[in-house]
């Protein structure tokens, strides 16, 4: 969909400001490019550890105001995410109005990276869903504020991100069991994509039995012929009799009614906002679900990004600590009686307290 300028500043008087998302933003940019007709929104969080590093989306939004949501959501998230994986950057994030197959040309990424320009490294674009390695090049032709292109850097993060959650795997499973081995486990893996397949396949490697489950056949047959998986309904995956829930698909898996189904001890995987809403962290806990905060077990994919200039070995050596972060963030939950997901919040809300100005 396409929103006219005209449109466009009506509705950000009506919704910037007041919006329930806003949380403290530094600075949120809308840019328009009559032109191409890119309509984006480039939202930068918290630069107190340094500048905005997040991805930019493209996606079909309905109007202005869920783009804006959305935006503002992943932003905040980022500062989170980056402040937690002990990287020095900011949060921010961008979003691309309009279907990437529909409305996507090399002409609007270009505009769209004028846009990042403009800001002066304030943010660092980089992958996220809607856009591809081909499209960080083209925006990298703009603007030197972009990570992730196959050219000048490390390309596709999933791999890091798969890592990162593997090991967050083995702490919670340290945690919960006393045993960190995946041998005689059972993982259900929800989504077999870019960073699902890539787990799947270290999970069988190291001795886990595997159910798996994927809107896309071709995926689950995959997993079935190469390693040995057992396949269900992508709706049935939270409902198996397994060690470990991993969602890398979908948010808002972990919702009220998941989570009076959910059979799993565990849930650990790398799907972005997993928690419906805040509350479903309690209701985890209520049900003694040890959950691995999403955006700390799946942070492997930003440091990739963020520590582009780190060999393959120190950039692995980083990757696996998140399992000691989670590690960490599980006792602490435990002695207090807190949430995982609110002792990771304090995590980050100290480390960001005690950087300095902003940047
Ligand atoms: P992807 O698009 O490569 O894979 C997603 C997979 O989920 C696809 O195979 C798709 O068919 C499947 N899927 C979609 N709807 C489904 C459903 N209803 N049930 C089951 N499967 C379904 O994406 P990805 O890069 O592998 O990322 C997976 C998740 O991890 C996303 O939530 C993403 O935001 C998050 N994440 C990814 C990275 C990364 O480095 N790629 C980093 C951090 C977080």
């Not at 989306?57 to 503002?72: F, I, K, N, Q, V």
């Not at 997993?223 to 057992?230: D, F, I, N, S, T």
């Amino acid at each position: 969909m396409q929103v006219s300028p005209k449109e466009t500043l009506n509705q950000i008087h009506r919704t910037e400001l007041d919006h329930p998302e806003f949380r403290g933003h530094e600075k949120v940019v809308f840019g328009n490019d009559p032109d191409t007709g890119l309509s984006t929104i480039i939202a930068i969080h918290d630069t107190r550890l340094g500048p905005a590093l997040g991805g930019c989306r493209m996606w079909p939004y309905e109007s202005l105001e869920e783009a804006l949501t959305d935006a503002l959501r992943l932003s905040h998230g980022m500062t989170y995410k980056n402040a937690v994986a002990g990287l020095d950057f900011g949060g921010g994030k961008a979003v691309i109005l309009g279907h990437p197959r529909k409305h996507k040309s090399p002409e609007l990424m270009a505009a769209f990276g004028r846009h990042v320009d403009h800001l002066g490294g304030d943010y660092i674009t980089g992958e996220d869903v809607g856009l591809t390695p081909a499209d960080m090049e083209l925006i990298a032709r703009q603007t030197a504020h972009v990570r992730g292109t196959d050219r000048t850097h490390r390309g596709d993060p999933s791999p890091y991100t798969a890592l990162g959650v593997y090991h967050g795997i083995l702490a919670a499973l340290d945690h919960a069991f006393a045993d960190r081995s995946l041998k005689g486990r059972t993982v259900s893996v929800q989504g077999l994509g870019n960073v699902g397949y890539a787990l799947t396949r270290r999970l069988h490697e190291a001795g886990a039995k595997l159910v798996v489950s994927d809107i896309n056949n071709d995926a689950v047959e995959r997993a079935v012929r190469e390693l040995g998986a057992e396949a269900v309904d992508p709706e049935n995956a939270h409902r198996v009799h397994a060690d470990v829930f991993a969602p890398c698909a979908l948010g808002s898996i972990l919702n009220d009614q998941t989570i009076a189904d959910l059979e799993m001890p565990i849930v650990a995987g790398a799907a972005n906002n997993q928690l419906a809403e805040d509350r479903h962290g309690s209701a985890l806990l209520d049900r003694s679900i040890l959950y691995a905060p999403d955006y700390v077990i799946n942070a492997g994919g930003v440091m990739c990004l963020a520590k582009h200039d780190a060999t393959d070995a120190a950039l692995e050596a980083d990757v696996r600590e998140i399992g000691k972060t989670l590690s960490a963030i599980f006792a602490g939950a435990e002695a207090e009686g807190l949430t995982t997901r609110e002792v990771a919040d304090r995590m980050a809300e100290e480390r960001l307290a005690s950087a300095g100005h902003r940047h």
